[in-house]
T-cell receptor, first 113, second 112 residues
Framework: KAGVTQTPRYLIKTRGQQVTLSCSPI?????VSWYQQTPGQGLQFLFE???????NKGNFPGRFSGRQFSNSRSEMNVSTLELGDSALYLC????????????FGAGTRLSVL | GESVGLHLPTLSVQEGDNSIINCAYS??????FIWYKQESGKGPQFIID?????DKRQGQRVTVLLNKTVKHLSLQIAATQPGDSAVYFC???????????FGQGTILTVHP
């Protein structure tokens, strides 16, 4: 069974631009969660989607948004990029229950110049 | 100015030794805990999980211990191998859909 796939693997953007990252979950998984990983803050939860609905949200500004499609694939968008948005963005998928194991993709490395 | 990076704890062991990685979790209401391993250039990889109604769980070469009284988790790796070298994270959740709260991580280095 294929794992979680994130595209692209690397992105370079400039301040003020926007970016869209994509995540394809493991087949049969209906929940997709997004995390930001930085050396300064570690791994932080952004939001979670299940059946095209956002069920949970972390403490990030409104510039960070996401959506989920009917096939469970998910995208996250960051608008008006700031230097501090440079990070590894990780997506994880699970079946969708509260105690389900989350399986992570390799991440998208975003650099904002 | 520049942000200060997290100073991750480090553990250095010899191949074949047993390793113990510790984690203090933050929320006494958390009821599910997971250990992940992250190698350079990869996403976190699931190792083992434990629910709050248990205090010990064993997998292949790994054991997780949970002490709810002091909000402490540990991961024991038996006969550590060079391939175990990575950053290890504990994560907790309050059955809150999708939201895992991660610890800062521990760098494990295994010397041949």
């Amino acid at each position: 069974k294929a794992g979680v796939t994130q595209t692209p693997r690397y992105l370079i953007k400039t301040r003020g631009q926007q970016v869209t990252l994509s995540c394809s979950p493991i087949s049969g998984h209906r929940s997709v969660s997004w995390y930001q990983q930085t050396p300064g803050q570690g791994l932080q939860f952004l939001f979670e989607y299940f059946s095209e609905t956002q069920r949970n949200k972390g403490n990030f500004p409104g510039r960070f948004s996401g959506r989920q499609f009917s096939n469970s694939r998910s995208e996250m968008n960051v608008s008006t990029l700031e230097l501090g948005d440079s990070a590894l963005y990780l997506c994880a998928s699970s079946l969708g229950g509260g105690h389900d194991i989350q399986y992570f993709g390799a991440g998208t490395r975003l650099s904002v110049l | 100015g520049e942000s200060v990076g997290l100073h991750l704890p480090t553990l250095s062991v010899q191949e074949g030794d047993n390793s113990i990685i510790n984690c203090a979790y933050s929320n006494s209401a958390s009821d599910y805990f997971i250990w992940y391993k992250q190698e350079s250039g990869k996403g976190p990889q699931f190792i083992i999980d434990i629910r709050s109604n248990m205090d010990k769980r064993q997998g292949q070469r790994v054991t997780v211990l949970l002490n709810k009284t002091v909000k402490h988790l540990s991961l024991q790796i038996a006969a550590t191998q060079p391939g175990d070298s990575a950053v290890y994270f504990c994560a907790e959740t309050i059955t809150s859909y999708g939201k895992l709260t991660f610890g800062q991580g521990t760098i494990l280095t295994v010397h041949p």
